[in-house]
């Protein structure tokens, strides 16, 4: 979409005030027929009817590019819901007025999900109006930069450690696998895992150039995805008293065969695809649970115990080595790269850079 099309001619032109990614899109039967994402100047016009009855105005610092993200950027479905669209399903900024009274200006505050870059406009845009009631103020701790690295990717991460902990696996019951394990829900999940003592098995597609990296995080075995990938028995070898699948799809299948009595995995991607080829088998002879993880409206307590867990849990040392820096402008060509599987760990946006 182009700048003029956006602000509404040359009138509106003149009160562009902040610059942003926008998506455009025709749909028809619910099919996009037609599809644009650039970065460009933004009228302030568009935040109009934002963030509800009681809306916070953010000038944002950081956002993070997600796998969600890539897919509203490319013009994949499922996940745009209105057009034009500022994409970014997490933020990082300050506060520069708030009709929220749990919210002042000047405060920084992060947000994951809740709608943003789907059904509302998003993070990646130096300004955005949403509404308060996923918005946290910054945990203690945690610098912007870091929450923004940490993003929807780490929080997703570590609502799933808190679903297995919740279902009482525990280190010494055997080791757990992560799925995914180089991506950014992956990385978290095994630096945190390892950190709290389980025996971390990663599995990823690239086992040669990320094999380091990942027993740099904390991995004691990385694993070929392609030994997961394709269809299996019903019921196979136990190996497993937990895991992460960020993957869905036949691995999710395998997974679940392999995993031991009354053992747990939770789900929260579809990398591989949303589909669950499989059988109730693990389920009714072996006792496997399977919890999937909603990020997008989780509670606000859930929210507030999972940012203190990583505040926590997570090495500020170790997040570094996942965390690669982009500007806004950036944000396009990357955001092809981690659908293309090709994004190792966090991408952090420089908003205002």
Request: overall charge negative.
């Amino acid at each position: 979409m182009h700048a003029s099309s956006c602000a509404g001619g040359s009138e509106e032109r003149a009160s562009v005030s902040f610059r942003g990614i926008i998506i455009e899109q025709d749909l028809q039967a619910g099919r996009i027929q037609d599809h644009r994402a650039e970065v460009t100047d933004l009228s302030e016009s568009l935040l109009v009817g934002s963030g509800g009855d009681e809306p916070v105005d953010i000038d944002v610092m950081y956002s993070g590019l997600n796998y969600k993200d890539g897919l509203a950027i490319a013009g994949r479905p499922g996940v745009a819901r209105i057009s034009p669209l500022i994409p970014g399903i997490d933020l990082v900024g300050r506060v520069s007025a708030s009709k929220d009274a749990r919210f002042a200006p000047g405060e920084t505050v992060v947000l994951t999900g809740g709608g943003i870059g789907e059904s509302a406009h998003g993070g990646l845009a130096t300004r955005a109006r949403v509404s308060g009631n996923y918005l946290l103020a910054l945990p203690e701790g945690v610098s912007a930069r870091q929450a923004a690295v940490i993003g929807t990717a780490g929080f997703t991460a570590m609502l799933s450690v808190l679903a297995l902990e919740r279902e009482g696996v525990a280190p010494d019951q055997g080791p757990v696998v992560v799925t995914g394990a180089s991506g950014g829900v992956g990385s978290v999940a095994v630096a945190v895992l390892a950190h709290l003592g389980f025996e971390v098995v990663a599995a990823t597609g690239r086992v040669d150039s990320e094999g380091d990296y990942l027993r740099g995080l904390g991995a004691s075995q990385v694993l070929d995805r392609r030994e997961l990938a394709d269809p299996g028995p019903a019921l196979q070898k136990r190996r497993w008293a937990g895991g992460v699948d960020t993957a869905g799809s036949h691995t999710l299948v395998n997974l679940l065969a392999q995993t031991r009595d009354e053992g747990v995995l939770t789900t929260c991607g579809l990398a591989q695809g949303p589909d669950l080829p499989g059988s109730v088998m693990p389920f009714i002879l072996r006792g496997v649970s399977l919890v999937g993880i909603n990020s997008v409206t989780a509670s606000r307590d859930l929210r507030q115990r999972a940012w203190r867990r990583l505040a926590d849990d997570l090495s500020s040392d170790l997040l570094e080595t996942m965390t690669s820096e982009i500007s806004l402008d950036e944000v396009p060509a990357r955001a092809e790269d981690i659908l293309q599987g090709r994004v190792r760990g966090r991408t952090v946006v420089s908003v205002q850079g």
